[in-house]
């Protein structure tokens, strides 16, 4: 026998389950009483440990270096050496210690996101029973290797991917990989499925044990388990955020304008023989004044204190941008089970045999229960919970008949008043198998075909509204002997127990509460058809429509992206099919969300614009996920949205101001320098003038936000954006030529006059005009600006008066300015902000739009 096992098959690809338990065992070279330690040992050193890599994080200088790739941020890095080099030192000193607070805040923040993150980290298993030289020994489960035999009972998790070797009664939960809340029985006979899901014989890792023992043949561990196959397939970046490509987007076009700009300068300046030196200083000191430079700052301070409001309400920010694309959200996927249901098995209804309520039903089922041996399941735990008003505790246990998987029942001999009595459940199709009669008003009547019909049309009426059956069933024994397996035929069916997995009482008014914000939900389930619209129809989800995994497969991505627009339910779905949906919907132009937290959500989590995960959730899917719920609840999500709204409102704030602002100031600059003899403002001026201007706006992440802007969806919109800057940036082009005239032809101002009084007029528009602008409303009417917004505006302006009229104004290449020219450019002022008010309205018509 060789010591190392490696297979190069991939667990998704080859249905491992299909060769069976005694092939796989010559396959793997083991056998049933497991591997030796020498075996296992130079396995694990050939296959490595049995970990799942999921651990989603980047080192710091894969953080540093995303940030820096973005085009703002290399546009100050460019004009920050340029500065340096040309001697401007104060230049760089600011452009440098603005870059470096920026990022810093950016990374530290999703440090802490991702410290918390890793706090609610939960391992699939900590440690297993594996045979080891024919004994049971207790090892970590990075330690298991492909052909050892692990010892499995209720509670355990399953470490790896395997079959069935032996089993009692053995019944899994599945939920994590397959979104099926009903436990699944397992065997050891021979599977001809092709599908993981339908592998009777076949233990997944990630999975868990809820009733039953039994052993398992491990084939596959760490990476080649699926669990582990989804894991690898988030390690991948993820596809960038909407604000990431807003973003990205703005900074592309100030990078054109910045060129455009400096080049026109820089040329024309050299051109009429003006020294070059000069000129090329000042070029740079136009393109630091085009960028937005505390952009960076701004977006990380406002994100930053969205995640921490989001915070309070139980909501951990892994990705701040991700707080952005939640307020953008107009598409929510979310998996079934766990997110619209409690996860949790449920007896809705004992019914009789005409589908009414039968306290007698439940009886049985009760007794059934409470006297069977073995495991009992979550469906019995359900039954127990549901206790009939009367009788049930006068039974006593005679005997017993085991589940066991060939029958698909099991039954317990009971005595009642001194008549023993054989009390059978289990799938109702094995029960009316084994019936010859059906209980109808305490009288047993024939099992004729009218009646198999009947039951039938029962079972399907309620399987196709999502709920699981159990058949119960009766036949009177002789008293006081042990009942034997022939026992269980010539059965009397009294009726059904009606299983589901309960919706939360809080989904439908979440959902509608989402719908009122304009998100509109969709349900991507691992789960049957039935039991998708089923749930759908309870929360308020149209459910007429439903597309499955088999019918996906055969659509083309432009077919998909068709029929998603107009489906919201797909059933029967595996992680790649998830994934598939999640990119059409991005195709489509929708902000899209998915909310999940199974292994299979994976994929779809890591796809979505907004990943969404919660704290029980396996590893996987948090390390997926850019943000994480430490309550399940929708309505949690329904606040992160409009916390989102309001931070986008917010950025864009900054972003209309500071465009629009620097994009006026700039063009009315670059054309003075050119028609002017001299420069119209010096390098320092031009520099302290925007710096000044950012400053007056670091209130912006506080501020309160209008109701409108919080009602619909909201994204970036770069037409919208670069139509304001052209609009306002225009009427402050204006009255900037409006203020060079009356200060040439009105007072004769001479160079520094002429800078003195243009950078006064320049800097006071700009800051007064944030209350104007900052909201579409009328500022009397509008909602009233944050106190830290006054109290930065108010600092900067003072700041700047400072300037020109303090005792230091002469450091700056400032002069006294006359009173009749202060008169005149406070008159230049109202009428600049009256125009603002007055062209604002069509100028931020588009500022934001739905999807």
């Keep these: 026998m060789t010591d190392g096992v490696v297979r190069d098959i991939s667990p998704q690809d080859v249905a491992f389950w299909r060769s069976g338990a005694s092939k796989l065992l010559t396959q793997l070279q083991s056998r049933s009483r497991g591997l030796t330690e020498s075996e296992a040992a130079a396995r694990l050193r050939t296959v490595g440990p049995n970990r799942f890599s999921a651990s989603g994080r980047h080192g710091i200088f894969?953080?540093?270096?995303?940030?820096?790739?973005?085009?703002?941020?290399?546009?100050?890095?460019?004009?920050?050496?340029?500065?340096?080099?040309?001697?401007?030192?104060g230049s760089f000193v600011v452009i440098v210690a603005v870059i470096s607070l920026s990022l810093t805040l950016d990374i530290v923040q999703e440090h802490r996101a991702e410290l918390a993150a890793e706090a609610l980290r939960q391992s699939v298993a900590i440690q297993a029973d594996v045979l080891r030289d024919g004994t049971c020994v207790t090892v970590p489960v990075a330690m298991i290797v492909p052909g050892d035999v692990v010892m499995l009972r209720m509670g355990d998790l399953i470490p790896a991917d395997g079959v069935v070797l032996d089993q009692k009664g053995l019944q899994l939960d599945e939920s994590l990989l397959t979104g099926e809340a009903f436990p699944v029985s397992k065997s050891t006979l021979p599977c001809t499925a092709t599908s993981p899901s339908e592998a009777h014989n076949a233990l997944f890792?990630?999975?868990?044990?809820?009733?039953?023992?039994?052993?398992?043949?491990?084939?596959?561990?760490?990476?080649?388990?699926?669990?582990?196959?989804?894991?690898?397939?988030?390690?991948?970046?993820?596809?960038?955020?909407?604000?990431?490509?807003?973003?990205?987007r703005l900074g592309l076009l100030i990078v054109r304008l910045t060129i455009f700009l400096t080049l026109f300068v820089l040329l024309a300046h050299l051109a009429s023989g003006r020294p070059a030196l000069p000129s090329f200083l000042f070029a740079v000191a136009l393109a630091v004044g085009l960028t937005p430079e505390l952009l960076p700052m701004i977006m990380t301070v406002t994100l930053a204190k969205g995640a921490q409001r989001m915070a309070a309400r139980q909501v951990i920010v892994k990705r701040l941008s991700a707080i952005h694309d939640l307020g953008a959200l107009d598409v929510l996927c979310v998996d079934k089970t766990g997110t619209l249901t409690e996860a949790k098995i449920a007896l809705i209804e004992p019914i009789d045999c005409d589908a009414g309520r039968s306290e007698r039903v439940l009886q049985l089922a009760v007794v059934n229960s409470r006297f069977q041996s073995g495991m009992r399941s979550p469906l019995d735990v359900a039954i127990l919970q549901s206790t009939p008003s009367t009788g049930s505790d006068q039974w006593a246990l005679?005997?017993?008949?085991?589940?066991?998987?060939?029958?698909?029942?099991?039954?317990?001999?009971?005595?009642?008043?001194?008549?023993?009595?054989?009390?059978?459940?289990g799938a109702p199709e094995a029960i009316i198998t084994k019936s010859i009669a059906v209980e109808i008003d305490g009288l047993a009547r024939p099992l004729d075909e009218a009646w198999r019909e009947k039951l039938d049309a029962i079972q399907q009426r309620y399987q196709d509204g999502g709920f699981r059956l159990l058949g119960v069933a009766i036949r009177e024994l002789a008293p006081l002997i042990p009942p034997r397996l022939e026992d269980e035929t010539d059965l009397t069916f009294v009726g059904f127990c009606v299983f589901a997995d309960p919706v939360k009482p809080d989904a439908a008014s979440a959902v509608a509460e989402l719908a009122a914000l304009g998100v509109k939900l969709k349900i991507i389930s691992g789960d049957q058809p039935g039991v998708v619209q089923h749930v759908a129809a309870q929360v308020g989800i149209p459910a007429d429509r439903v597309i499955v995994g088999t019918e996906i497969d055969g659509?083309?991505?432009?077919?998909?992206?068709?029929?998603?627009?107009?489906?919201?339910?797909?059933?029967?779905?595996?992680?790649?099919?998830?994934?598939?949906?999640?990119?059409?919907l991005r195709r489509d132009k929708h902000i899209v969300g998915f909310l999940g937290d199974g292994v299979n959500d994976a994929p779809a989590i890591h796809a979505a614009h907004v990943g969404l995960s919660v704290q029980g959730a396996t590893e996987t899917a948090r390390a997926a996920a850019d943000i994480i719920l430490l309550a399940t609840s929708l309505n949690v999500l329904s606040a992160g949205v409009r916390e989102g709204r309001r931070t986008l409102a917010n950025i864009l704030k900054y972003v209309r101001m500071g465009t629009s602002s620097n994009f006026g100031n700039m063009l009315s600059m670059a054309l003075a320098s050119v028609v002017l003899p001299?420069?119209?403002?010096?390098?320092?001026?031009?520099?302290?003038?925007?710096?000044?201007?950012?400053?007056?706006?670091?209130g912006i992440p506080f501020d309160d936000v209008e109701p409108d802007d919080i009602a619909r969806p909201r994204a970036w919109d770069m037409k919208s954006i670069l139509h304001f800057t052209i609009v306002m940036g225009a009427i402050s082009s204006l009255f900037d030529v409006a203020t060079f005239v009356i200060l040439l032809k009105g007072f004769g101002a001479d160079e520094a006059a002429f800078r003195?009084?243009?950078?006064?007029?320049?800097?006071?528009?700009?800051?007064?005009?944030?209350?104007?602008?900052?909201?579409?409303?009328?500022?009397?009417?509008?909602?009233?600006?944050?106190?830290?917004?006054?109290?930065t505006s108010i600092g900067a302006l003072l700041g700047a008066l400072s300037l020109v009229f303090g005792p230091f104004r002469a450091w700056f290449g400032f002069i006294p300015v006359p009173w009749q020219a202060t008169a005149a450019i406070v008159c230049l002022t109202v009428g600049y902000l009256v125009a603002a008010q007055a062209v604002k309205r069509w100028a931020i018509q588009g500022k934001t739009s739905s999807i």
């Excluded at 703002?72 to 040309?86: D, F």
């Excluded at 243009?758 to 700009?766: A, N």
């Design 205 to 248: 890792a990630g999975t868990s044990v809820v009733a039953g023992q039994g052993s398992m043949l491990v084939a596959e561990t760490g990476n080649r388990t699926r669990f582990g196959a989804i894991a690898s397939s988030v390690e991948t970046d993820a596809a960038p955020t909407a604000l990431e490509e807003g973003v990205r």
């Design 555 to 584: 659509l083309a991505d432009a077919a998909l992206a068709e029929r998603v627009r107009t489906v919201d339910l797909f059933a029967r779905v595996d992680p790649s099919q998830k994934r598939r949906i999640i990119e059409a």
């Design 398 to 425: 005679n005997g017993e008949i085991p589940f066991d998987f060939s029958r698909r029942c099991l039954s317990v001999a009971a005595t009642l008043d001194d008549r023993t009595f054989l009390l059978t459940k």
């Design 678 to 698: 001299f420069l119209p403002l010096l390098p320092l001026q031009i520099l302290l003038n925007n710096l000044l201007y950012d400053l007056s706006e670091i």
């Design 756 to 791: 003195t009084g243009w950078f006064l007029e320049s800097i006071v528009t700009q800051i007064l005009v944030i209350f104007i602008i900052r909201s579409s409303r009328a500022p009397w009417r509008a909602i009233r600006p944050h106190p830290a917004l006054i109290i």
């Design 62 to 89: 894969h953080k540093l270096a995303h940030r820096v790739l973005n085009p703002l941020v290399l546009i100050l890095i460019v004009a920050a050496a340029v500065s340096g080099l040309g001697g401007d030192i």
